[in-house]
């Protein structure tokens, strides 16, 4: 299968890798070969560059790589702002279609672009890939009352990672998120249905990796200490679904992730109040 890549700009690290990425897991099935780029990399590599380093046939238009490509993966993942309109065709084919993280940049957009392909019919799906940890396979999402997390970097480029696994566990039905943190230390409490809650917090770059305390309502409690695996996991999972379209994130959960992630950026200029979600 041809794998067709829409980006922004091509030389960014997901565009850099995944090429490998998905040899190393999937083999010869499929194989990245036409590449859009709306502009050229500021200070680095041009689009023909970009091609000419992979391999890959530079098409001058979406429409191009949509008509040429088996399947699609629209990056931009360090410009979201980007993604309606990048998804637009794509979303319109009735090919298997994933979008990089962050899928957008508010619940509004997120339902727009997720319209598009539903109108179409268009298998697609977008996640972080912390979903495909080992350590979150089996864990039961039934009866989850509080669930603490934690993970590096901070709320506005991070956020996504810590996110998409509590919504995973206790659905898209959020309600309202505070911001607890203090300094570089930023913290949220997100509320779901039921009085549900979660915390996340991001401990910059002092070494703390992801991990998640998931706790029920009958006293017990589950550990992940960490998170392994999940890129590669991710990568098997994506050549999974170009292959059967089987969707691995369910398109509510994405928007209501989109939705924390939005109410959440304006809880941090407010804390100690709610923002609903």
Known sequence: MKIGFIDYFLDEWHANNYPKFIADQCGSDFTVA???AEIDKPNGLTTDQWCE????ERCSTIKEVVEKSDCIIVLSPDNPERHLDLCREPLASGKPVYVD????????IAKQITEIGEKHSTPFFSTSALRFANELEGVSKENICFINSRGPGNFDTYAIHQIEPIVMLMGSDVKRMMSVGSGMYESMVIEF?????????HYGWTG??????VNYTDGSTVKIPQMSDYFPNFIKALCDFFK???IYADHAETISVMGIIEAGNKALKTPGEWVEV
């Open 244 to 246: 059967t379209g089987k």
């Open 53 to 56: 380093k992979f391999g890959v």
């Open 193 to 201: 249905s039921g009085g549900r809650r979660a915390v996340l917090s």
């Open 208 to 213: 703390v990796d992801f991990d998640l305390t």
């Open 101 to 108: 993280k962050t899928f957008a940049l508010s619940k509004e």
């Open 34 to 36: 036409y590449a859009y």
